[in-house]
């Protein structure tokens, strides 16, 4: 199976293409600018680099969030749009476990994998997650936290844990633990895939309302 997998979900970006589950070529950047101006043209470069006909894919896999609004949207937006013109499936894989999945199960350790993406005002996104018998497992569902919250939560579960990103290193002195600063690397959702989605009812999972939905919300009941 060959297959497009796209993570935008938050300031880096990574892009792979597969032959099943090996990576044929792979794009991974941090960068400043919108994803918007970024996606289509690194998707463009992986097929150029690798000879294969976008004609030829059978599946493409996005990070669905949580995370940045914008990236998520476009994220989603594109691989909706590229499973449908493409005949493909579609597959959603949450960005918080794709995140703890670039930490090998060798890595892990036994430990919590808590993948991290600042929600700012000393909150963040969170899912915490376990390698069990070799599969990545969920222990704490994908959630919008304050950092006290995740801290005491996890000091109640009396296991080593390890923070997992770059927004992690950031919130260093919040969150007061071991930190791997990883970036994302779509091609490890891959391992994550479970069920093909709906193309057309498929939509991002922001788990938060953003500021400017929550004000349009508000004006609305005001009138």
Do not use: C
Request: net charge negative.
């Amino acid at each position: 199976m060959n297959s497009l997998l796209i993570d935008t979900s938050n300031r880096p970006m990574s892009v792979s293409l597969m032959a099943n589950d090996q990576v044929l070529a792979e794009h991974t950047v941090e960068s400043n600018k919108d994803h918007s101006s970024q996606l289509m043209p690194g998707i463009r470069n992986l097929f150029e680099q690798t000879k294969l006909n976008k004609e030829e894919l059978d599946a493409v896999v996005v990070a669905k969030g949580p995370g940045s609004y914008t990236g998520v949207r476009i994220g989603v937006t594109t691989a909706k749009t590229l499973a449908y013109a493409l005949n493909t499936k579609l597959y959603g894989v949450s960005s918080l476990q794709g995140l703890a999945a670039t930490v090998d199960e060798s890595e892990a350790k036994d430990r919590l994998l808590v993948s991290v993406f600042d929600a700012r005002r000393e909150a963040v996104y969170t899912g915490v997650y376990q390698y069990i018998d070799g599969e990545l497992r969920t222990i704490l569902e994908d959630q919008y936290i304050s950092t006290k919250d995740l801290l005491d939560w996890l000091n109640e579960q009396h296991q080593s844990y390890l923070f997992i990103g770059t927004d992690a290193e950031k919130l260093a002195n919040q969150l007061k633990g071991d930190i791997q600063a990883n970036l994302p690397r779509a091609s490890v959702m891959y391992s994550l895939v479970t069920e093909a989605e709906d193309i057309h009812t498929f939509v991002p999972n922001y788990i938060k309302m953003s500021e400017a939905e929550r004000n349009w919300l508000n004006q609305q009941n005001q009138n």
